[in-house]
């Protein structure tokens, strides 16, 4: 849920539990920065992925940053939407309502040109991309709607506002993730729900990047994922008559894209 600030205040630290923090797709790098972030902030945290090995580096995070954290892990597949709603729906039902969804699932971002992209890779990034976050708000924002408040994250990039010669399957995954979420912000913003596409137009300080950059890495030109969580924690704090629906994030290296 969002609070309420006075403009030019200082946004404490939470001493005491805030609600429980839902994270799709909590890996190593902005996963496990966020848990922490939101961890440290007071929610309890929930991460949903295909092994709980996978969510090690965000569990470890958060018991690194607040070890009071209760954390719990459920196993899904975002390409498989009906049994990630069935997932989150028996979560809220076991460990109480979901308060803040995460949801940061990337396809593969493999290189071909458009007409290359076979049937099965378009597929799989629209079912991973949009179907996959029409799933969790399937499962939880009619709860959300009917308490009056909730927030939903959807981690995106600048490919959602163009095509790509390149990278086509990326772009049309994103594309449709930023009409899912202006979409729903249309319908249900209204309910006091709080849908939020965040665009990343750079990239990342994680081992993936790290490890394509190599010696070439400049840590000025890379987002550090701390700092990406922070703005997903201050957008949280937004008061309802001052939503942002739309965030864009980049380095102040950064050359913009677009």
């Not at 923090?21 to 996963?31: D, F, K, S």
């Not at 040109?113 to 597929?123: A, F, G, K, Q």
């Not at 772009?171 to 939020?196: C, E, M, N, P, W």
């Amino acid at each position: 849920m969002g609070h309420d600030c006075t403009p030019g205040s200082a946004l404490p630290e939470a001493t005491e539990r805030q609600g429980i923090c839902a994270i799709v797709g909590a890996g190593e790098g902005l996963g496990a920065a966020l848990a922490e972030r939101f961890a440290r902030g007071g929610y309890d945290i929930a991460l949903i992925s295909r092994s709980e090995e996978s969510c090690a580096a965000a569990r470890n995070a958060v018991r690194a940053g607040r070890p009071t954290t209760r954390v719990w892990h459920r196993s899904a597949d975002a390409t498989q939407p009906a049994s990630l709603e069935r997932t989150l729906s028996s979560l809220s039902a076991d460990i109480g309502p979901i308060d803040v969804l995460i949801y940061n699932v990337r396809g593969e971002f493999t290189k071909c040109d458009p007409l290359d992209m076979t049937y099965d890779r378009m597929e799989d990034t629209f079912r991973l991309e949009v179907v996959g976050a029409f799933a969790a708000a399937k499962a939880l924002l009619p709860e959300m709607r009917a308490r009056g408040h909730g927030t939903f994250f959807f981690s995106s990039a600048t490919a959602a506002f163009r095509g790509s010669a390149t990278h086509p399957a990326y772009a049309i995954g994103k594309f449709g993730l930023r009409a899912l979420s202006q979409s729903l912000t249309k319908a249900y913003a209204k309910d006091g729900v709080h849908i939020v596409h965040v665009r990343l137009d750079c990239d990342l300080d994680v081992p993936i990047m790290q490890g394509i950059y190599g010696t070439a890495r400049d840590k000025a030109a890379l987002a550090d994922p701390n700092d990406v969580a922070e703005t997903y924690w201050l957008t949280l704090q937004q008061p309802k008559g001052a939503w942002s629906n739309e965030v864009e994030i980049r380095p102040h290296t950064e050359t913009w894209t677009y």
